[in-house]
């Protein structure tokens, strides 16, 4: 009779050390300031476009004037532009085009890139942001608190804060105009000239964040060339569009204006096919 007491008391533990186990979880689940896992949000953004058919046939048309003058065989060729070498197209991807035309070469470029973070308290958004912040420094734009790299040697800013380099400038109208000549006096795109909308500058209204630069080169006796940056950001995607002109004479100076404006509207119909 004595072993019935004893099965009942070890079930009696077995369920004492059950009801113990489950309560202590639980006790230490609901500790105030207990850590929890937090994993950040990923971005809004899981695929790229096909970069070399983003730009519609008649905007590269507009861009690459020297199309219009080649064969129908030429020009398809020429419209398909080349695609860039990466090697993982689901994070990045480019497309580049160029032409040439008796009075000037142009040449345009654009790139994808979808920022996906690893680090699980990092979004992909906040990631993308900083890795665009740090190419808005890097172009140390004019009135920039936070220095970038030091451009390109011979080149300028273009117009610049600090004026240009002598033969790089735009006519005092601020406007230009293809063919224009350089003026090597005066401050073109200093505070308060008609030049000034025309500075290297954080752009609104585009996407999330956006800036555009403009860089005149020359090395040596060959003519100068202008290009044209628009970078800005949409949720987890960086996209850079570079269009640029040589001038066949080298006493003529490539129009900023026409480069920009042709430049930011391309960034515009480029964040409509993201956000597509």
């Excluded at 905007?59 to 020009?75: F, I, M, N, Y």
């Excluded at 665009?132 to 390109?152: D, F, I, Q, R």
């Amino acid at each position: 009779m004595a072993y019935v007491p004893g099965v009942a008391l070890l079930a009696a533990l077995a369920a004492g050390c059950s009801a113990g186990s489950d309560g202590g979880t639980g006790d230490a689940d609901s500790k105030p300031g207990s850590p929890t896992a937090t994993i950040a949000a990923p971005g809004k953004y899981r695929t790229l476009p096909a970069p070399c058919r983003a730009v519609p046939g008649s905007t590269l048309k507009d861009l690459l004037p020297g199309v219009a003058e080649l064969s129908r065989q030429q020009q398809e060729r020429a419209l398909r532009g080349s695609a860039t070498i990466t090697y993982d197209t689901d994070r990045r991807v480019g497309c580049s085009w160029k032409s040439d035309a008796p009075d000037s070469s142009r040449n345009l470029s654009i790139d994808f890139e979808r920022v996906v973070s690893y680090d699980p308290t990092v979004s992909d958004d906040d990631l993308a942001r900083a890795l665009y912040v740090k190419k808005e420094n890097a172009a140390e734009l004019p009135g920039s608190a936070t220095p970038g790299l030091a451009p390109e040697k011979g080149a300028t800013r273009s117009p610049g804060g600090e004026g240009e380099a002598k033969g790089s400038g735009r006519s005092g109208d601020g406007q230009g105009s293809a063919g224009s000549s350089a003026s090597a006096s005066g401050t073109p795109g200093a505070p308060g000239s008609p030049g000034e909308e025309l500075r290297p500058r954080v752009l609104s209204g585009l996407a999330d964040a956006a800036f555009l630069d403009d860089l005149l080169t020359r090395a040596g006796s060959t003519a100068q060339h202008r290009t044209v940056s628009v970078v800005f950001r949409t949720s987890n995607v960086l996209v850079t569009v570079r269009y640029g002109e040589q001038p066949a004479l080298v006493t003529k100076v490539p129009d900023s204006k026409e480069l920009q404006d042709k430049a930011q509207a391309l960034a515009r119909k480029l964040a409509e096919v993201i956000s597509e």
